[in-house]
Each structure stands twice: as C-alpha cells, then as structure tokens.
Nanobody, 119 residues
Framework: QLQLVQSGGGLVQAGASLRLSCGSS????????VGWFRQAPGKEREFVGA????????ESSDTLKGRFTISRDKAGNTVYLRVDDLKPEDTAVYYC????????????WGQGTQVTVSS
C-alpha cells in the first residue's frame, strides 16, 4: 500500500527558496498523481499543483503559478515542491497527497510539514 513520507520545511527568511520532498513508501508513484496542498492558519486547504509521476504531466494552481515548481526524480519515488522568493503569506502546513490517475479524489496523504517564513 502506498504511503507518503514528507521532508523539508522549517523556518526560512523571506526571499529564500525551499524544497519540500514527498517520498513513496510501500510502492512507487507509478500510475499515481501526486499533488501538493497547503493550509495556512485559519484558512482552507489550497491546491498548489500536481504531477503525474511517470509521465511528467504537471498541473498548477492558476493563482500560484510562477514561484512554485513541482518535479520528480527519475526513479519515480520522490516528488518535490520548490518554492522560490518565499513570502510571509506562504507560511502554512504543506501536504503532499496521491490519487490513482483514474480517480479524482486524493486519498493518500503525507504527514504534513510546517513552513514558516519570517519577514
């Protein structure tokens, strides 16, 4: 059974870049879409973007394009989210999640990782 293990995050200064990782455990991401979400305090969870791990098809949030880059490793075991020019409003818990490519709902979630951006 696929499980997700996140790493990265922490306290960073505004203007810096950060890369979050989402690794697969139990099986690879083959035939899965891996998405990134974030949830800021007091706000609803927000979709950042997603990647079909084995075909490199990427979806991006219309409102978050530009500073957010999703990529994968060649083995298909890890998906990354890079955020450039971090802003205090990027402070949130970031989650990765997975869904089988033919499904619409993300059913497998990582543990979440806190990103705090100081001004």
């Amino acid at each position: 059974q696929l499980q997700l293990v996140q790493s990265g995050g922490g306290l960073v200064q505004a203007g810096a870049s950060l890369r979050l990782s989402c690794g697969s455990s139990g099986r690879t991401f083959t035939n899965y879409v891996v998405g990134w979400f974030r949830q800021a305090p007091g706000k609803e969870r927000e979709f950042v973007g997603a990647i079909r791990a084995n075909v490199a098809h990427i979806e991006s949030s219309d409102t978050l394009k530009g500073r957010f880059t999703i990529s994968r490793d060649k083995a298909g075991n890890t998906v990354y989210l890079r955020v450039d020019d971090l802003k205090p409003e990027d402070t949130a818990v970031y989650y990765c999640a997975a869904r089988f490519f033919s499904q619409s709902e993300y059913t497998i979630w990582g543990q979440g990782t806190q990103v705090t951006v100081s001004s």
